[in-house]
């Protein structure tokens, strides 16, 4: 299987032959794939294809080993980041990182579909609620910028 086609469901395929016969609450569950393809795409096209796939494949051991806790992902996810140079260390380090933004994202997303909530409620410009980074990259709510 080609890495450009892991990412790509047997859901995603039906939802493209009857688009009207899909709800919006399942359209939305792709919104994960499609804003991690598109940053993959990002990065091949600065990084090149190699660098594309070794994240793609850091990220899916990753999840793989979130599913099972089998020590031995964690610790093969290890040795790869441990072989690569510093700077490219860093480089897949932070595009894992920001993989994981975009999915929290689509599953703020969805949340936000299912309970009819508009969306811009979450959108810190719409907002009365202002958001300030902490250090650890979480927002403390409540705070003025």
């Known amino acids: ?9 047997i859901d ?7 688009p ?20 993959l795409d990002i990065l091949q ?4 294809p190699a660098i594309r796939e070794f994240v793609q494949d850091c990220y899916e051991l990753s999840a793989e080993y979130e599913g099972d806790r089998n020590a031995a992902r964690l610790k ?14 860093i480089l897949v380090a932070g595009s894992i990182q920001h993989m ?4 929290n994202l689509a599953e703020e997303l ?24 902490t250090m650890a990259g979480h927002p403390i709510r409540g705070q003025s910028v």
């Open 12 to 18: 995603a395929q039906l939802r493209q032959l009857a």
């Open 100 to 103: 994981l933004n975009l999915a």
């Open 1 to 9: 299987m080609a890495s450009s086609e892991r990412h790509h469901s």
């Open 76 to 89: 093969e996810l290890g040795s790869r980041l441990a072989a690569l140079a510093p700077a490219d260390a």
């Open 20 to 39: 009207g016969k899909v709800s919006e609450d399942d359209k939305l569950v792709e919104y994960d794939v499609l804003l991690m393809e598109r940053f």
């Open 45 to 48: 096209d600065l990084h090149g």
């Open 110 to 133: 969805q949340i936000a579909n299912r309970r009819r909530l508009p969306v811009h409620l979450f959108s810190p410009l719409r907002s009365a609620v202002k958001v300030q980074p």
